[in-house]
């Protein structure tokens, strides 16, 4: 590939008047025509490659800017469904605590009246004994009374 310090360094050989060798001066020509065709020519691949890559570019950090906006809201709606999940148990639990509490009281009554009523038993049997024990008294002094006649 010839370079610009070949060009400028290139000397052409002189003919017998003066002047330049005219096929030298051609060849050089011809050769400097292709090398500078390939050059134009890759220079606009390259000025090519450049727009798609620097419209890539844009694309890829619209597609970024996209991801991290839709990461941002992702982290929000999961923190707030957390949130709301986090209120959620605590209501649960309250209403566990109260419903326990509820049960425990219903049953603490019922014991109470269950005892109660247990005492109120204990105490009809305490009396019923006690008739019973008078009346079979009373009917062992009768038949003492009736072998002693």
């Known amino acids: 590939m010839i370079t610009p310090l070949d060009i400028e360094n290139k000397r052409f050989g002189k003919q017998m008047m003066n002047g330049y060798n005219v096929n030298e001066v ?5 050769e400097l025509t292709l090398e500078y065709g390939k050059l134009y020519k890759e220079n606009t691949e390259l000025k090519e490659q450049k727009e798609e890559l620097d419209t890539n570019v844009v694309k890829y950090r619209n597609i970024e800017g996209t991801l991290q906006n839709t990461l941002v809201m992702a982290q929000k709606t999961a923190d707030e469904i957390t949130l709301v999940a986090k209120q959620q148990a ?3 639990i309250k209403e566990a605590e109260y419903n326990a509490k509820s049960s425990v009281d219903e049953l603490n009554s019922q014991i109470l009246l269950k005892q109660k009523e247990l005492e109120d038993i204990k105490k009809q049997f305490d009396i ?3 008739k019973m024990e ?3 008294i009373s009917q062992l002094e009768l ?3 009736i072998n002693q006649d």
């Open 26 to 30: 051609d060849d050089f020509l011809d």
């Open 90 to 92: 605590e209501q649960i």
């Open 128 to 130: 019923y004994k006690a």
């Open 134 to 136: 008078s009346l079979l």
């Open 143 to 145: 038949l003492k009374d």
